[in-house]
């Protein structure tokens, strides 16, 4: 069993930056990739970014790149987002999530994919 938990959503003015953090229980989570992923209001959730097992390998949606980084700490069992120029379009709901398979080498997008959600954390941004 698993337990995700978000911190670090909140409001903030466009331009600006929060940082996500999700801390996991149990000691298998420097075994699995991780991702991020967000619902705004009247939208489907959708990938944001990913990050392989070690850290290695990640992955950002074309929405995020360059503003948005996914980092992991293994040794304290917690995921990053750090979210920088932060847009209107940004708001949402942020979850995190743990694939499904361990130690692959690769980031995939499918919420299919992961099994274990966090219970998310809001994030909006004013214009």
């Known amino acids: 069993q698993v337990q995700l938990v978000e911190s670090g959503g909140g409001l903030v003015q466009a331009g600006g930056s929060l940082r996500l953090s999700c801390a996991a229980s149990?000691?298998?989570?420097?075994?699995?990739?991780m991702g991020w992923f967000r619902q705004a209001p009247g939208k489907e959730r959708e990938f944001v970014a990913g990050i392989s097992w070690s850290g290695s390998i990640t992955y950002h949606t074309d929405s995020v790149k360059g503003r948005f980084t996914i980092s992991r700490d293994n040794a304290k069992n917690t995921l990053y987002l750090q979210m920088n120029s932060l847009k209107s379009e940004d708001t949402a709901v942020y979850y995190c999530a743990k694939h499904l398979n361990t130690y692959i080498v690769l980031v995939t997008t499918g919420d299919s994919e992961y099994d274990y959600w966090g219970q998310g954390t809001q994030v909006t941004v004013s214009s």
């Open positions: 149990g000691r298998t989570f420097s075994s699995y990739g």
